[in-house]
């Protein structure tokens, strides 16, 4: 039986803390009253499994040449993990301090899944990641098979395939990539009823063997399922979307790109006016225009396409163009829009 199976018992065993490690010489050397902040912050968000996350969070903000001269000069740094000499540490001094007593007790809950009984902290850390310390709702069992990569039935028809994608999409609004409830963040924003019905749609997940045998690909299934097209075919109809910001969005695929630009902090305008013909842009970021080109193999969308590019060559007007294809996974987009977060992290550097 592994971690994940159990519910009426911890996860991990009792860390054992020695005082001692505490004073340490060599890294009382260089720790500051700025780190003991960091044991604070650390043990507020994580709670009883705060200590796996500490070495790694102290590495952040501590200068990489202070780490090296430190491993250098411990001797202990020669016989042990120097990763687990300064988690040992880290917990000797949370304990010194006394930040350690805020520590609250874990919960016995209800699993809403399965109705079973269960302690919070029988969950591993990458579902408290996932879930968030505060919102441990869910029992383990029932989540190693739905959010981990790689989840979902060996053998799911073409048909509830398409369905459990537009349930998917009517659940979170837009265009969700294969792997999504796999990633970290992907539950984290959501109520607990999103939650809720989102967990008790992955029971019906196809995985990615059953997508690829039943429809070639995770594109094309997005595409047999219709939620992919540009919103020009529906606008007239009046299919709309709000994205995060309050932008008004004629499709899915258009929302989503909102959204991410939204989601990194980067400043967009909504339908900037080309220099000249009866076009407007999706978005404008700086002086760079950013088009979803969702109905591309369509003769009339694509003359329109080809007029939209060739304006941009004629006035200098950086273009982006976004794909049905880019919107599959987070890695295409992040790739399309990679100079945009770039040029923004320096703007606020």
């Not at 989540?143 to 989840?151: V, Y």
């Not at 000249?276 to 193999?297: C, H, M, P, S, W």
Request: hydrophobic share 35%.
């Amino acid at each position: 039986m592994s971690i994940y199976d159990q519910r009426d018992k911890p996860a991990y065993g009792l860390f054992k803390i020695e005082p001692d490690y505490a004073k340490n010489p060599h890294i009382l050397k260089w720790w500051n009253l700025s780190l003991d902040e960091l044991l604070a912050t650390q043990i507020s968000k994580w709670q009883w499994v705060w200590y796996w996350t500490i070495t790694d969070e102290i590495i952040k903000i501590t200068p990489p040449s202070t780490i090296e001269d430190w491993i250098k000069s411990d001797p202990l740094c020669s016989k042990y993990s120097w990763h687990n000499i300064l988690m040992n540490f880290s917990s000797a001094r949370a304990e010194q301090l006394g930040l350690t007593k805020s520590i609250r007790k874990p919960q016995k809950k209800k699993c809403p899944l399965c109705s079973n009984d269960f302690i919070e902290d029988s969950l591993p850390m990458p579902i408290i990641e996932r879930l968030g310390i505060d919102r441990l709702d869910f029992c383990s069992p029932c989540l190693k098979d739905l959010i981990f990569q790689g989840s979902g039935k060996n053998t799911v028809s073409q048909k509830k395939i398409i369905k459990y994608i537009q349930d998917l999409v009517t659940l979170i609004g837009r265009v969700p990539p294969q792997n999504f409830g796999e990633r970290v963040g992907d539950l984290l924003d959501l109520t607990n009823d999103e939650r809720l019905a989102l967990l008790q749609l992955f029971t019906k997940k196809p995985n990615e063997k059953s997508v690829k045998q039943k429809l070639g690909s995770w594109l094309n299934a997005l595409i047999q399922a219709g939620v992919l097209e540009d919103g020009t075919r529906r606008a007239s109809r009046g299919i709309q979307t709000i994205a995060k910001d309050g932008h008004i969005c004629l499709s899915l695929g258009e929302k989503t790109i909102d959204e991410y630009l939204y989601s990194h902090g980067i400043f967009h305008e909504k339908e900037p006016r080309y220099p000249e013909g009866n076009f407007r842009a999706d978005f404008k970021v700086g002086d760079t225009f950013i088009e979803y080109f969702g109905l591309t193999g369509n003769p009339e969308y694509d003359t329109k396409t080809k007029e939209k590019i060739h304006l941009c060559k004629k006035h200098n007007i950086t273009l982006i163009a976004i794909y049905p294809e880019d919107l599959v996974s987070q890695k295409k987009l992040e790739d399309k829009l990679s100079i945009l977060i770039s040029n923004n992290d320096r703007t606020h550097s």
